[in-house]
């Protein structure tokens, strides 16, 4: 086969593809449904214009078709890696996290749940193996869904219904093509067929997959910014990487390839972004959209050819379990949606999805070109009889036509049947308002233009007077604003602003003034703030955004490691992430007030505007009090962040007067360039923010102590040997009530609440509380919660015991200071014995 006539046929193929994208969108069908028709067009052609001997001129370009120089496993290794590495990148993966536990459920599940109803509903009258008829359910339970995410993007699904869908479908074919690989290998004999040994088999090639995927993504992020400006260098490290993964995990580590690639494009998608200039990651994503457009359509063509051959010699037999093939995939799939979503929901696990998604998720369980690649992958398996290949791959191939012909042609038309193509009241009240404010701009601009110009008003009054109509017709649609509750309103306006506060994160981004490492969580907020308010109104809104105002498991766990095994660096960056996060909210929440009085005020009405205005004036007092807190605690630090904003401010504003000067000729491309360079070396200072020192040297902590800041510096030494910092956020709770007394508390900066059954009160730097129940060994009698930032000492009991033995000037200060308390607390009504509360808190 000579290679003239490949390249010629390979390009002839994308020319083909090129065009089918505008007449899929012409027709409104999905681009897969025509590659599909198309591409077995093609191979019926292929096949007529070999045999016939009156077109013996085209024998070698047919022969390209019908017997390509590339099979099944070219077809994987070359394809495969790239469209699961650039799916992961176009993922939220933040918010996928979100709903992780009904995405694995459904994913895995519904692999298991699809092979099985297909394996036992064929195994009766198929004549083979029942391992041979869950092979092929295994094959056919990957699905495509391109197509369905698409369509729910147009209809204005939930988008968490949309990223619940594209997360168990990344997620299907890397369970499905593992459950293949196994069920091949009993098949084939490779592979025990003992349950047991198959499931772990599954566990181990995952979990597999999982480790190395991750492990060798991180290496690849970490090497991105030595290439810091060099975006090319960029991609082709990236390029790289899931062929790199594919490989050594397939052939090396005996894991599943598939589970690593997808795996290493979570973790390149999380960390990514904060290693690399935003302008290179969004270079980065726009060459990888081209190039999983031309792998995805390359082997939807290529493995579409192959349809006549692997389809020929279809019987009646075949029709009849291809109709119970058809069945079995339908049912397995409705129990998935109909009977563990609303189970899902019911734990709180998964959001309620109406019942008429349910119906367009059912339909549109299409099939794609992964399940065409595994088909012809056992057409070519050597070790398979031709008995077994010729039953598996024609009715994958037959069932995969089915359901892009049959759900792909219907999907829309159902849409339209079921009316989900059609705007709510709400946002149709929505676009008539905006349309009257906006045509009655239009009609200004043009009037003002026309002066401007010095064209005559009667030509401009017949342009304006087409806005003047379309004015008209919008604001006496029956559908409007004034026709909606005020609650309504509300949430119009809210989701607005939702919207707006992601374009507000982006815009900060791409000006540089938001870190890299920061866009991800503010975008993950916007998004849940926009999901939770559609749902929930103006609770669900309020509810979104005091959420990452809240200590998470992150900070948490960073506390227990520093608390544990003295290690702070983790707690310093959750702490440097938090500031950077409020400082930007803070920012962001400003200009959102601002946006509201100026566009949203306008389309929703004073009376609403206002109360928008109040919800976000609440929010940016709760932000305010949030920054406050950590200002309070490291001050120094606090300035540093702002400077640091400044900074990347003015270098914006910079590079700004520079483009503008050079787009009008008033500097040359040679000052220009040299102008650049300068702002280029003096932004990379500013990507290195603050370092943030906790403050956590015992030493220090001591010296800021009363009762041990006029030791001696020797004495403070050995004291610190018994002492161990702990640091305590906001509302955490240190002691709690009836617990066993096993530590004492000094603080040497913040405050805490002690709460008793009769009281409360406040101890502040100084202070010390604990030790009472500590000595008697009484239960604790009082609640501690920390009210704000602190810095604490904790003693243990024989630490404790220790230090008064070794310090009998610091045990008669403590003691007079616990007589004093007890006797104010006598005076107070409280029993001198009661405890931890009684005997430590009053001051």
């Known amino acids: ?112 749940v699809a092979t099985f109803f297909i394996g036992f509903a064929l195994y009766p009258l198929a004549g083979f193996s029942l391992v041979t008829c869950l092979l092929l359910g295994s094959i056919v339970a990957t699905t495509d869904p391109v197509a369905v995410v698409g369509i729910f993007r147009d209809i204005g699904a939930p988008p968490r219904l949309g990223r619940i869908v594209e997360g168990e479908s990344l997620l299907n074919d890397a369970a499905a093509i593992v459950l293949f690989v196994i069920l091949l290998g009993i098949l084939t004999g490779t592979q025990s067929p003992d349950a047991g040994e198959a499931a772990i088999a599954f566990l181990r090639s995952f979990i597999g997959g999982v480790i190395v995927g991750t492990l060798m ?57 904060s290693r690399i200039a935003p302008r290179s990651w969004t270079f980065l994503q726009d060459v990888w959209e081209q190039i999983a457009f031309w792998a995805s359509s390359l082997i939807f063509v290529l493995a579409s050819i192959m349809i ?75 070790a398979l009889s031709d008995e077994i290949s010729s039953f598996v791959t024609k009715l994958a191939t037959g069932f995969v036509l089915f359901t892009l012909l049959v759900y792909g042609s219907s999907l829309k038309p159902l849409i339209k ?10 946002d149709e009240a929505l676009r008539n308002q905006f349309l009257v404010l906006a045509l009655s701009d239009v009609r200004q601009g043009i009037t003002e233009a026309a002066e401007d110009y010095h064209i005559a008003p009667e030509l401009s009054e017949r342009v304006t007077s087409i806005y ?120 962001v929440a400003g200009e959102l007030i601002a946006f509201n009085q100026r566009r949203i005020r306008p389309l929703v009405g004073d009376r609403v505007g206002g109360i928008l205005n109040d919800t976000l004036c609440a929010r940016r007092e709760e932000i305010l009090r949030a920054v406050e807190a950590l200002r309070l605690q490291y001050p120094d630090y606090a300035d540093a962040q702002e400077v640091l904003f400044l900074r990347n401010t003015g270098l914006r504003l910079e590079e700004t007067a520079y483009a503008d000067a050079h787009s009008q000729a008033l500097i040359g491309a040679e000052l220009y360039n040299d102008l650049t360079g300068e ?100 239960p604790r009698s009082a609640d501690v919660k920390a009210l704000g930032y602190c810095q604490l000492l904790t003693l243990s009991a024989a630490d404790y015991r220790t230090l008064m033995d070794q310090a009998p000037d610091i045990k008669a200060h403590m003691d007079s200071l616990s007589s004093r308390r007890q006797s104010i607390n006598a005076g107070n009504g409280l029993e001198a014995d009661a405890g931890e509360g009684a005997d430590t808190t009053a001051t």
């Open 1 to 112: 086969m000579e290679t003239p006539i490949i390249v010629a046929a390979f390009a002839g193929l994308l020319v083909t593809i090129s065009l089918l994208q505008p007449l899929a969108r012409k027709l409104g069908l999905s681009p897969s449904v025509l590659l599909a028709m198309v591409g077995t067009l093609i191979g019926i052609a292929a096949t007529y214009l070999l045999y016939t001997p009156r077109t013996d001129a085209f024998n070698d370009l047919a022969l390209v078709f019908v017997d390509p120089p590339i099979d099944s496993e070219k077809i994987l290794y070359i394809f495969l890696p790239i469209l699961l590495f650039q799916t992961t990148l176009t993922l939220d993966v933040r918010r996928i996290f979100e709903d992780i536990g009904p995405i694995l459920v459904m994913a895995i599940v519904a692999v298991f």
């Open 217 to 273: 993504a991180r290496a690849c992020v970490m090497a991105l910014p030595i290439m810091r400006d060099l975006p090319l260098a960029q991609v082709t490290l990236s390029l790289a990487l899931p062929y790199l993964i594919y490989v050594i995990s397939d052939q090396f580590a005996d894991v599943s390839a598939v589970v690593a690639v997808v795996a290493a494009g979570i973790v390149f998608n999380l960390y990514g972004p």
């Open 308 to 382: 006549p051959q692997l389809v020929a010699g279809f019987t009646e037999l075949d029709i009849l379990l291809l109709l119970i093939l058809v069945v079995a995939a339908l049912a397995a799939r409705a129990v998935v949606i109909f009977g563990l979503l609303p189970i899902l929901s019911v734990l709180k696990v998964g959001e309620r999805v109406n019942v008429k998604f349910k119906t367009v998720m059912l339909w549109g369980g299409m099939r794609g070109a992964v399940t065409l690649t595994l088909a012809l992958s056992v057409s070519e398996h050597a």
């Open 417 to 426: 049947l079921l009316k989900l193509n059609r705007l709510s009241p709400r």
């Open 468 to 587: 003047e109509e379309r004015t008209k017709n919008a604001s006496e649609s029956s559908v409007s604003l004034k026709d909606l509750k005020d609650k309504e309103r509300v949430i119009l306006g809210l989701v607005a602003l939702a919207d707006r506060e992601r374009e507000l994160v982006l815009k900060h981004f791409h000006e540089k003034t938001i870190s890299n490492r920061a866009v991800s969580k503010h975008l993950a907020a916007a998004g849940r703030i926009g999901d939770l308010t559609r749902t929930e109104g103006r609770a669900g809104y309020n509810r979104a955004t005091r959420a990452p105002l809240q200590f998470g498991l992150r900070l948490r766990f960073a506390q227990w490691l520093h608390r544990r095994l003295k290690i702070q660096w983790f707690l310093s960056n959750q702490i440097s992430d938090r500031f950077e996060f409020l400082l930007v909210s803070r920012i």
């Open 679 to 778: 702002l280029s070396n003096a932004r990379l200072k500013t990507h290195q923010r603050p370092k943030l020192d906790l403050g956590m040297r015992t030493e220090d902590l001591l010296a800021q102590h009363v009762l041990f800041s006029s030791l001696s510096d020797a004495r403070r030494r050995a004291i610190a040997k018994l002492m161990r910092p702990r640091f305590a956020i906001p509302g955490e709770k240190l002691i709690q009530m009836g617990d066993k007394g096993d530590t004492a508390f000094f603080i040497s900066s913040g405050a805490v609440e002690v709460r008793t059954a009769n009281s409360s009160f406040r101890l502040g730097r100084g202070e010390m509380f604990g030790e009472i129940a500590l000595i008697t060994g009484r």
